[in-house]
Each structure stands twice: as C-alpha cells, then as structure tokens.
C-alpha cells in the first residue's frame, strides 16, 4: 500500500504505475489474478468483486442460527450482502432497507425476509420499529431512541443518515458491519455505541476465509458459488454500454434514482 517498487496505492488499480480499470492494460501479480470458470457467464463475472465483498463482511462474523439481519442499503453492495448470506445457506430473517422500487424488486428477488423502503420523517421509525419489534422512545432532546432492533446490521451505503441509522436500529449488545465507503460523516449520534455496547466491525475488499475445512480467497470462493449454480447475479448487470458511449454510461450510473440502474457495464 505504501512502500515497494511502485507508487503507494489501497488496492492495485489505485495507484499510477499499474494502469487501472480505465486503461487499456493492468499490471497485476500472479497471486491476483482468478480463472473465471467456463460455466460462469460474462455477467456473473463482472459481479465477482462486490459480490466477494459482502462475502468477506459476512464470513468475518457470520450470524447466529435465530439472529435477524438489517440490510442497509440496497444498491449494488447490499444485495449482494443478502444474495450471499442465502447463497451460504442462512436461513435468518432478513430485513432490507431501500430508497427505490427497483431496489426493493432486488432485494426480494435475492431472498431478502422482508424489503421496506425508507422515508424522510419521524414516522418512518415508528414503522421499523415495529417491524423489528422495538420501541421508539422520545427523549427530552435530540432523536428519538430506539430500544430494540436487529442482531446484525450490514451498513451498505456509507452516508450519515445510514450510519446513524445502523447504530440507532441495532438492539443491544448487537453487532454493526460497516462496508459503505464513508468519507468523513457528519451528524452521527455515536450515543447508541456506548449506550447500548455495540460491537462496531469495519470491512474492507476482501481477504482468505474460513469455509468448512478450507481456506479459500474470497474471489475464489465466489466463483465457486456461482459455478455450482448457488447464484446467479446475472439480474443485476441492468445496463450495457459501447465505449464510445461512455459519457451516457457514466451519467447513468451516477443518477441510478432516474434510471433505475443497479451495475452499469461497458461491453466490447
């Protein structure tokens, strides 16, 4: 990351010696490269890394047999945090929060228990609360309190709202994933943090985990899972792009809201 014979950088692509998915070549070790198998699609594959992502935040800690799961976010990293969790087998209760129509077609479409879709307002927390079966105390000032909530939450997102969100509707003594790539988020209650001795775990790519008897990488062991038909992520490449079209495919990526966009591809 920081020292060796090419310039610093968190992951390679990220750094100006080894070229990067805008280029025409990377420079890569042996070690990272991973054989797509014959029976995985082109489709399948281009979802390999944010798919292994939610994989790595999910094996670091997987949850208990009864524990039910908050889903935060249902862009591209949070389904594949709910697709995962049911392609491993989980059979826990899942709960997905998402902004948009297309999102909560998502989530149930890859085995999401229930899908409910955030609002703006003091009454959207009544309603999750209820469906978490907590309560929503009113305290003499700031936010309301939850008491209550999920076992687990994957915080997919990384803005404020969602982090904030994720601390205050996961119920005491529970756990708190975070894989939104945050930056410097503001306005977060940390109160519930101490109040309610959450245990907080960041996640970051992926790594080597532990399955079963083996240790597989967890780029490997995701195109196992999707070789042996456990998954199918297809669905979830919405939109296709030419080259020459890329300014077409980068405002569409960015404006997922209007185009209803999950992963936006270009194609050869």
């Known amino acids: 990351?920081?020292?060796?014979?090419?310039?610093?950088?968190?992951?390679?692509?990220?750094c100006r010696?080894?070229?990067?998915?805008?280029?025409p070549y990377l420079v890569a070790h042996h070690s990272q490269i991973f054989k797509?198998?014959?029976?995985?699609?082109?489709?399948?594959?281009i979802m390999t890394d944010p798919f292994?992502?939610?994989?790595?935040?999910?094996?670091?800690?997987?949850?208990?047999?009864?524990?039910?799961v908050l889903v935060i976010g249902a862009g591209v990293i949070g389904i594949c945090v709910v697709a995962a969790l049911r392609a491993l087998g989980y059979s826990n209760r899942i709960i997905a929060l998402a902004k948009h129509p297309?999102?909560?077609?998502?989530?149930?479409?890859?085995?999401a228990s229930e899908i409910f879709q955030l609002t703006s307002g003091s009454e959207c927390y009544e309603q999750l609360a209820q469906l978490l079966g907590a309560k929503v105390l009113t305290p003499l000032f700031?936010?309301?309190?939850?008491?209550?909530?999920?076992?687990?939450?994957?915080?997919?997102?990384g803005r404020d709202r969602s982090i904030d969100d994720a601390l205050r509707l996961t119920k005491s003594g529970g756990k708190v994933k975070l894989l939104g790539v945050a930056s410097f988020p503001r306005g977060v209650d940390w109160t519930p943090i101490w109040l309610n001795e959450l245990e907080i775990q960041g996640s970051?790519?992926?790594?080597?985990?532990?399955?079963?008897?083996?240790?597989?990488?967890?780029?490997?062991?995701?195109?196992?899972?999707?070789?042996?038909g456990k998954i199918d992520l297809a669905p979830l490449v919405t939109h296709q792009f030419p080259l020459d079209q890329y300014r077409q495919a980068i405002a569409t990526a960015s404006g997922k809201g209007k185009s209803k966009a999950m992963k936006v591809v270009f194609e050869l």
């Not at 992502?53 to 524990?67: F, V």
């Open 1 to 14: 990351m920081a020292s060796g014979p090419i310039s610093p950088g968190l992951l390679i692509g990220a």
């Open 17 to 23: 010696d080894t070229g990067g998915s805008w280029s």
């Open 36 to 45: 797509v198998p014959a029976n995985v699609s082109d489709r399948n594959a």
């Open 52 to 68: 292994a992502t939610a994989l790595h935040a999910i094996m670091r800690d997987p949850p208990r047999e009864n524990d039910t």
């Open 102 to 111: 297309f999102q909560m077609k998502m989530a149930r479409l890859y085995g």
């Open 142 to 157: 700031g936010k309301p309190v939850i008491q209550g909530g999920a076992d687990i939450t994957y915080e997919c997102v």
């Open 204 to 228: 970051f790519a992926v790594s080597t985990e532990k399955f079963g008897e083996k240790r597989p990488r967890t780029y490997a062991l995701a195109l196992d899972l999707m070789s042996s």
